[in-house]
């Protein structure tokens, strides 16, 4: 795959059904959008979890305007925090979760002038921690309880 080619933009609503197909039940659900994610869902309830309109979510796509990926960022404990990272499934592997969580910092710091970046990352997702922690993200002590997210780890990257 050409990186070159791929492009960031501002997720449309229209967008949302390709997103809402890459999750088939309650764990992968939950697993990237949060214990609190229902599942089933509609494109109501979907967007609203999403927090959609607090949140805008930002695509990835390729050269035939593909969707590839998909993520949201937001200012948190003063840091660009990125969040519901995902590639679309017939594509991971393929790198181009670094690809995705590169563009996302650059737009974050660029629209949040903030210049550290962190993110949530389930214990037990060991690729997606690979990723993470290839672009420079390191474990690091969240700076205040948060029990629903204790299956998870905290990485910063400065």
């Not at 930002?58 to 969040?83: D, E, I, M, P, W």
């Not at 309880?145 to 990257?157: K, M, N, Q």
């Amino acid at each position: 795959m050409a990186y070159e080619a791929l492009q960031l933009e501002l997720a449309k609503e229209t967008e949302l059904g390709i997103l809402m197909s890459w999750f088939h039940d309650l764990q992968s659900c939950r697993d990237w959008g949060g214990p609190d994610f229902r599942f089933p869902f509609s494109k109501q309830s979907f967007q609203a979890d999403l927090r959609w309109e607090l949140y805008r979510g930002y695509v990835l796509k390729g050269r035939s305007n593909t969707l590839l990926g998909f993520g949201q960022f937001y200012q948190r404990n003063g840091r660009c925090h990125l969040a519901r990272l995902v590639v679309a499934p017939d594509k991971r592997g393929q790198g181009l979760g670094k690809v995705l969580v590169k563009a996302l910092m650059a737009e974050g710091y660029k629209q949040l002038q903030l210049s550290g970046c962190s993110l949530f990352v389930l214990k037990h997702n060991a690729a997606a921690k690979a990723c993470y922690q290839g672009l420079g993200f390191q474990p690091a002590e969240y700076p205040e309880p948060i029990s629903e997210l204790a299956g998870c780890d905290y990485l910063i990257c400065n």
